[in-house]
């Protein structure tokens, strides 16, 4: 038997300056199945123009956000206005929230459609979230490689594919020392969904 195949017992990245969880499992493939199916069609997906550079574009990925309150959220000179939280959404919470401890306001959603969609290289650090925010990361559909690197050590580098029905917990300083990205993949041609919870006060 595996020992990564329970809840019970999460992957501690070996990552210094930060606190990284994963937990393989922690919806079963059935659940992560019918979950991913209505993520996809009761979200209010947007596709929202992105400047890079001085030059705007439309940005890699459908996005969605959620939450209990009505507090707007900025990154990247795009501000979303969030939606009611969703049952759905809310069934996810509670089983995140019983294993962190945590109480999270908000949710951002991404919808990467295949492996052309992307997220660069960033760190969930806006001031909104607060000094060493906790960042809970679901992933359901395609599997998908995140990079990990240093901010200031170049040789200090990690890459972990999410599976299907996986929670990443990042938490302590990992966002003040740590960028991370979804880089792009010729080799994904399905969808993944991506929810990030996290906490807007």
């Not at 199916?37 to 996005?63: E, S, Y």
């Not at 939450?67 to 995140?96: C, Q, R, V």
Request: net charge positive; glycine share 4%; proline share 5%.
């Amino acid at each position: 038997m595996d020992l990564f195949n329970t809840i019970q017992d999460p992957i501690h990245l070996d990552m210094p300056d930060a606190d990284v969880i994963y937990y393989p499992n922690f919806f079963s493939h059935q659940e992560a199945n019918s979950i991913f199916k209505k993520l996809l069609n009761v979200i209010q997906w947007q596709q929202d123009d992105i400047t890079v550079f001085g030059k705007t574009h439309l940005q890699p990925r459908l996005t969605a956000l959620y939450a209990n309150n009505d507090n707007p959220y900025s990154y990247s000179n795009i501000t979303m206005k969030p939606h009611p939280f969703t049952k759905e959404l809310l069934l996810i919470k509670g089983k995140i929230e019983t294993i962190s401890k945590t109480e999270f306001t908000t949710c951002l959603l991404n919808l990467y459609r295949n492996g052309k969609d992307s997220n660069g290289w960033h760190a969930d650090n806006e001031k909104e979230l607060g000094k060493e925010p906790i960042i809970a990361s679901v992933s359901f559909g395609e599997e998908r490689w995140f990079h990990f690197k240093h901010k200031n050590k170049s040789d200090l580098k990690k890459k972990l594919l999410l599976q299907h029905g996986s929670l990443l917990i990042m938490q302590g300083k990992t966002q003040e020392y740590w960028l991370h990205q979804i880089p792009k993949s010729k080799k994904v041609l399905n969808p993944r969904i991506n929810l990030t919870f996290r906490i807007i006060k």
